[in-house]
């Protein structure tokens, strides 16, 4: 049953949350000071629904921004082209089609392939391409206008925020092209990946990842830090315990010990029986010598929430 719940929560794209209870905080007061300047300026611009639609459109900028600060659809050119290309191509199509359902769902859907091919997906555009729809006579009335005010005096407050912001504290850094890389520690192996071997992966993966090269590239340095951590301790196999074989995508699998004591598994010779509880053959069961476990084996895990992580 349990195993049934994880599937539906995969399919359902639920993922552990890594970050802090200070970070979450830090996002919400930055995406409440953020808004606080747009919600001001689309009211002094707009009345009514036409104001509510914009400062719906720039909040959902804001949950990006403010909380996914690195993100490849938080920098500056997806949300300024984002915005103003669909805001274009909104009211592009109210002036050839009038609020209809065709235009409305023209304008969404060229704006999306316009901002896929001018390199500035940013989700929140679609919904200022709608509002230039269906925004009612106050927006219809600005015509390209609305590319102007409030579009773009919004972007201007929003992004000035986002960069005052997060520039405030030293692990955040906007634009993300701000961030220092990290220094190779001495003695580290050399290992011949670079950020365009990051790019080339993204790209043969055929699909949108919300994820820089060179964030990719600072999360493999702390992954190697991790793991070398590790490796510095000799493993200890304990019943009931848990093992990974420190492998990654379909090659990922953790076994748990048991009938076994804990007198055996100091006897390499000894026989141990194992369960699989993730990853590949999960579900199995198997036998096997001591020593054979220790050669599979790369360190122990616990599992905390739905994530499997390094025991301490």
Known sequence: MKSRLQAWWGL???????????????????????????????????????????????????????????????????????????????????????????????????????MAYLRCIHPPGGATALAAVIGGPAVHSLGYGYLLTPVAVNLIA???????????????????????????????????????????????????????????????????EHARAADQEALKLLPNHYYSNGQVGDRWCVRQVFDVAEDQLNNPCSQLAYRVVAGLNKEQTGRCRVDEFHQWAKFRVTKQGERWIKAA
């Open 158 to 224: 929003i992004l000035a925020v986002g960069f005052l912001f997060n520039n405030a504290f030293y692990w955040r850094r906007y634009p993300v092209g701000l961030m220092v890389p990290r220094k190779s520690e001495p003695g580290r192996p050399h290992l011949a990946l670079s950020h365009e071997d990051f790019a080339a992966a993204m790209h043969a993966l055929d699909t949108y990842i919300d994820v820089s090269s060179e964030e990719l590239a600072q999360l493999f340095d702390r992954a190697w």
């Open 12 to 114: 359902l794209g639920f993922e552990p949350n890594t970050t802090s209870h200070h970070e979450k905080l830090i996002s919400a007061v930055g995406g409440g000071l953020g808004i606080a300047a747009v919600y001001g300026l689309s009211h002094w611009a707009l009345d009514g629904m036409a104001a509510g639609l914009m400062v719906a459109s720039m909040g959902a900028s804001a949950v990006l921004l403010f909380a996914v600060p690195h993100g490849t659809l938080s920098q500056p050119w997806p949300i300024i082209a984002g915005h103003c290309v669909s805001g274009f191509v909104g009211v592009s199509c109210y002036l050839l089609f009038g609020n209809s359902l065709l235009s409305a769902a023209m304008a969404v859907g060229v704006a999306v392939i316009a």
